[in-house]
């Protein structure tokens, strides 16, 4: 389940087309495949994505801004429903070394990745990642392998910085600590939309800062001046498209470790109660939702 699940089930989602089941982190196991028959009954990954192929970010390989893009979770069922359908050719077999918990995780992989390719080049330089989620510690994991000179995380939760711990990283629970020595390129993975400013803030003068977390409609006041007296670069960060193989490639080989970022597996019977937590909101969404999709 990830953070955009729950802005898309309160309604606020840029290019959604409801009605639709969420889930676009997902590992399964295909049920039928006409063109790939050799993958029935095989635990997959698959890139969620599809670009039209047409328009003009098509044409320029910019297939993660297709202007007609169709995904999982987003445009089509997502993989909270029983079953899902998606292009055969987008599928990749799961390696034997993971579990389908992990597979899920691959599909913020490719996200990461994609801020890796958008963002200046890692290596010797002082990267900062602010939150510690799933994307923050990929992100982080990838900087490592990248060789950056230091990595170090901001996160406020404890758990998420001894998740950190766990995998080796370095993560302090506030921003202003990152003063004394302030990171050059900066990786926004929180999602809050007030966390940019003060992001901006801490960013060494001449550095880069990669927003990759989604803040849908939320609003933030900022002086622009900040991003003009620091020379700062800004990069925004939608999704990958077409890194799944890298991502496979990153994980088979050791550089990025996902088991500890996974939390304990609930059956999808719990679904509506993991979303309703205190906030009724996002469950009476659910109930329209599923309705709406002949899910009762
Ligand atoms: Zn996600
Ligand atoms: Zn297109």
Known sequence: MCGTDLRLLRGGLHDARYPVIPGHEWAGRVLAAPSRPELVGVAVVGDGMSACGQCHM????????????????????????????IPAANLRPLPGNLSGMEGCLLEPLCVALH?????????????????????????????????????KLAEPVKLRRQIAAELGLVACAALHEWRADEPEIVFDATGIAGVYPQGLQVTR?????????????????????????????????????????????????????????????????????????????????????GRAAGLG
Not at 72 to 81: D, E, N, S
Not at 205 to 219: A, F, K, M, N
Not at 255 to 283: K, N, Q, T
């Open 58 to 85: 098509c044409a320029r390989d910019a297939y993660n801004l297709c202007a007609a893009l169709d995904e999982v979770g987003f445009t089509r069922q997502g993989a909270f429903a029983e079953v899902l359908c």
């Open 205 to 289: 003068p001449g550095g880069s800062y990669v927003l990759i977390g989604y803040s849908g409609e939320d609003r933030v006041t900022i002086e622009p001046a900040i991003v003009m007296l620091r020379e700062l670069s800004v990069y925004g960060v939608l999704s990958g498209y077409g890194q799944l193989d890298k991502a496979l490639q990153a994980v088979v080989s050791g550089a990025v470790r996902l088991a500890p970022l996974v939390s304990s597996p609930l059956p999808l019977s719990e679904y509506r109660a993991v979303l309703g937590g205190s906030d009724p909101a996002p469950l009476r969404h659910f109930f329209t939702i």
């Open 115 to 151: 801020a890796m390719e958008r963002a200046p080049d890692v290596t010797g330089r002082t990267v900062g990642i602010i939150g510690a989620g799933a994307v923050g510690l990929l992100v982080a994991q990838l900087a490592v392998a990248g060789g950056a000179k230091t990595v």
